[in-house]
């Protein structure tokens, strides 16, 4: 009796996970947050590039500005160094951008080398229409800020552009964290801006309208995960943020399992220090007449549902566990052995199929046919080892930012 309520607490959970995941699917239809064309037939854009010891690949990206079609002055690109002796500022001098070295050393992350940035514009009182930010290692396709500017008249607060990989082909795990991305945009951001919710941005390749930025004085996202945090400002605050997947960067993914989980491990613990910050405010902030409740009701729940999913298979694994333990007989044994191995393929599948979907709606992403399919059959196996991830977050003693080496790679 006490077997078969602990395994009906476990299908509870995953029913239960289930039903969360159709709930947040409804809310996304809910929003209608128009947007309000710029008539502005002129704006100048500014360029943020945080670039800590950045020398192996910043070239790549000065140079991809300085080819866009819609051409940005590079005297309006800001390189953002911690030292005077870094070889990344001879780079950015010959591209003829701008150098801010960092003074506040003590103040780790991407945020705060923003927030001097932008406090230094601001002392020599320059004025932007937007600001765009990237990574270091990121190359622009030229027709990039072309693209973004469409998006910008159209009147949106924020945009972000497709994000494809400069290195996929390297290796299963480069393949594999590629499609995090696709998952987040293809997947999920593709069908936010069909109902107009808000998009998740993640990671750089985005904009922010000046204005806005002016009325912060500065950037004002600190924790491990500015990007995640800004996504929930913009839903609180009833920003118009969209996808646009004509504006296309390359990004530079991990080749090793370590640098993998040490960049999700920071993922993770940012993105529940976002939440305990922010969640509670948005949720306070929903009324009924709100034009973004959708975002706001989608967002509360945010990895709700997947939680709930895998606490009913840890809850199920354990108690089956306990049962053999307790009754040790050689046919329980066996059946407990073949229900896991139906359990563990029948995720797999689950997973496969997930991956299947993010790779067949994906027309544009640089990766070749065989590392699709090193991906199509190894990434269920990397989404699994989100959770030993979550668990490595959850016990992180420092909420400290880890620098990910890059190296200069060519995109093919």
Same mark, same amino acid.
């Given at each position: ?11 509870l ?17 809910? !929003? ?40 940005v ?33 003590d %103040? ?8 001097e ?5 601001f ?20 027709n990039? &800020?072309?693209?973004?500017?469409k ?7 924020i ?11 390297s @290796? ?16 999920? !951001? ?5 109902? %107009? ?14 204005d ?12 491990l995960?500015?990007?995640y945090?800004?996504? =929930?400002?913009?839903?609180?605050n ?37 939440? #305990?910050?922010?969640?509670?405010q948005?949720?306070?902030s929903?009324? %009924? ?13 945010g990895? &709700?549902p997947?939680?709930?999913?895998v ?8 108690? @089956? ?9 050689? %046919?329980? #044994? ?15 599948? &689950?997973?496969?199929?997930v991956?299947?979907?993010? &790779? ?15 991906a199509?059959l ?5 989404l ?9 977050? =959850? ?18």
């Amino acid at each position: 009796m006490l077997f078969f309520i602990a395994s009906s607490i476990s299908l509870l959970f995953l029913i239960s996970g289930f039903i969360v995941f159709l709930f947040g699917i409804h809310y996304t239809k809910k !929003n209608n947050n128009p947007t309000i064309p710029i008539s502005n037939d002129h704006p100048r854009f500014a360029v943020l590039i945080p670039a800590r010891d950045e020398s192996r690949v910043i070239s790549g990206l000065l140079e991809s500005i300085a080819g866009q079609t819609r051409s940005v002055s590079m005297q309006d690109v800001y390189v953002i160094v911690e030292q005077e002796n870094d070889p990344t500022i001879a780079i950015a001098k010959k591209y003829q951008a701008q150098v801010i070295v960092r003074r506040h050393l003590d %103040q780790k992350g991407k945020g705060y080398a923003l927030q001097e940035a932008l406090t230094a514009i601001f002392a020599n009182h320059q004025k932007y229409d937007a600001y765009f930010i990237f990574d270091a290692d990121n190359i622009l396709d030229k027709n990039f &800020i072309m693209e973004m500017e469409k998006t910008y008249r159209q009147g949106y607060d924020i945009g972000i552009g497709y994000r494809n990989c400069k290195n996929g082909n390297s @290796n299963w795990i480069a393949s594999c964290s590629t499609l995090t991305f696709s998952l987040l945009n293809t997947i999920m !951001n593709r069908k936010r801006i069909k109902y %107009q919710a808000n998009v998740i941005i993640s990671g750089t390749g985005y904009f922010i309208k000046g204005d806005i930025v002016s009325k912060w004085q500065g950037f004002p996202f600190h924790t491990l995960t500015e990007d995640y945090e800004l996504t =929930l400002y913009s839903i609180l605050n009833g920003y118009k943020t969209y996808y646009n997947e004509e504006a296309c960067y390359y990004d530079e993914q991990p080749t090793t399992y370590h640098q993998s989980r040490v960049q999700r491990t920071r993922w993770i613990r940012g993105y529940f220090d976002a939440r #305990k910050i922010y969640v509670p405010q948005i949720r306070h902030s929903i009324h %009924q007449n709100d034009r973004n409740i959708g975002s706001k009701k989608a967002e509360v729940l945010g990895v &709700i549902p997947y939680i709930l999913m895998v606490i009913g298979l840890i809850l199920w694994l354990l108690i @089956n566990v306990i049962e053999v333990f307790v009754n040790p007989s050689t %046919q329980l #044994k066996w059946l407990f052995v073949i229900n896991l191995i139906g359990m563990c393929l029948f995720a797999y599948v &689950i997973l496969y199929l997930v991956t299947l979907v993010i &790779i067949i709606k994906e027309k544009k992403l640089n990766l070749k046919d065989y590392a699709k399919w090193k991906a199509l059959l190894l990434h269920p196996f990397f989404l699994v080892t989100y959770i030993s991830c979550a668990i490595r977050a =959850l016990f992180m003693k420092e909420r400290v930012w880890e620098k990910i080496e890059h190296k200069e790679v060519e995109i093919k």
